[in-house]
């Protein structure tokens, strides 16, 4: 089930994120690749909300770990890239360190899905709370998950404890501090989106589209609700298409036909976008997202 959502999104990410992007600094960024895809441990500290926004902006969104293979080689990384499992406490998540996931339930409480663009798109996975919360928590399908507790047969995560725990992080060490009551090194506890932790970015490595742009076109606003703007369009006679997540052509104008710039997305779902510019000279994609 690796991904559906998000090969599309990493496609249409890759091709006009500037690589000096600087919401994280390429000598705070461990990186390697698994599974035709890149991962970016961020060694920088961002509250979830804040690094999925890096993420976005670096060409991915936060990982999104579908399988005990996959967990067990990102754990392994965390460890390599040489972060100290007390970098920092966590003091709403046992007082132990830990490293930002895509997963999170803020815009339905108890509803988890890998969202690790911040859109509330992406694949469900996890239904309720574990054995430290209320109970009766399930896995939706065959998902994989790796929950607090999960080492021991009974999974404890995720409890909602103060009833603001909304997105999910890796932890660098059992919890509470000094005991595995609840978890251990590797395992997946809900925490509070105010945290401030490191994080991990994941890439789609196919499907990429060159650009090969002679001009510098800006859109806003972004995220947009009703209307999108282009700017420094040279060629009024360019093409511009909108297509969705999925890869499919929505809306499709010509830049000589939009009345003052703007193009109407209000009956657009909530979600990601690419906006594709093009003439026979030139091409140029762009992202938004529509709240």
């Known amino acids: 089930m690796k991904k559906n959502l998000f090969i ?21 960024i461990y990186t390697f690749t698994y ?13 979830w909300t804040n690094a999925a926004a890096c993420a976005v902006e670096r060409g991915g969104y ?17 460890q390599a890239a040489g972060i100290s499992s007390t970098y920092t406490q966590v ?14 339930d803020k815009f339905t409480e108890g509803s988890w899905k890998w969202d690790g663009i911040n ?19 399930s896995a939706v399908g065959n998902a994989f998950i790796n929950w607090g507790g999960k080492s021991t047969g009974t999974i404890n995560e995720p409890d909602d404890y103060g009833g603001q725990q909304d997105a999910a992080a890796i932890a660098l060490a059992g919890w ?6 609840l978890g251990i090194a590797g395992e997946w506890n809900d925490i509070a989106l105010t945290n401030a932790v490191y994080f991990i970015v994941e890439k789609n490595n196919t499907g990429v589209i060159e650009n090969n742009n002679k ?10 609700k009703e209307f999108i703007q282009l700017k420094n369009v040279n060629d009024k006679n360019a093409n511009i298409q909108i297509l969705n997540i999925e890869g499919k052509v929505i809306k499709q104008v010509l830049y000589s036909e939009l009345s003052v710039n703007k193009i109407d997305i209000r009956d657009f779902t ?3 976008y690419l906006v594709k510019v093009f003439s026979s000279e030139n091409q140029y994609f762009l992202k938004f997202i529509k709240y």
Do not use: R
């Open 91 to 104: 003091m709403d998540g046992g007082g132990t360190a830990y490293i930002w996931i895509g997963a999170t």
């Open 176 to 181: 509470p501090s000094g005991t595995t009551m």
């Open 35 to 47: 599974g035709g895809h890149t991962y970016e441990i961020v060694k920088e500290m961002k509250n």
């Open 8 to 28: 599309i999104a990493a496609f249409v990410l890759l091709p006009f994120i500037k690589l000096s992007a600087q919401c994280a600094q390429t000598a705070n």
């Open 270 to 272: 909530k979600g990601m």
């Open 62 to 78: 936060l990982v999104e770990i579908n399988d005990q293979a996959e967990q067990t080689l990102v754990y392994s990384k965390i």
């Open 119 to 137: 859109a509330n798109t992406g694949t469900a996975f996890w239904n309720g709370q574990g054995a430290a919360g209320a109970g009766g928590g």
């Open 215 to 224: 001009y510098e076109i800006e859109l806003y606003p972004n995220p947009a």
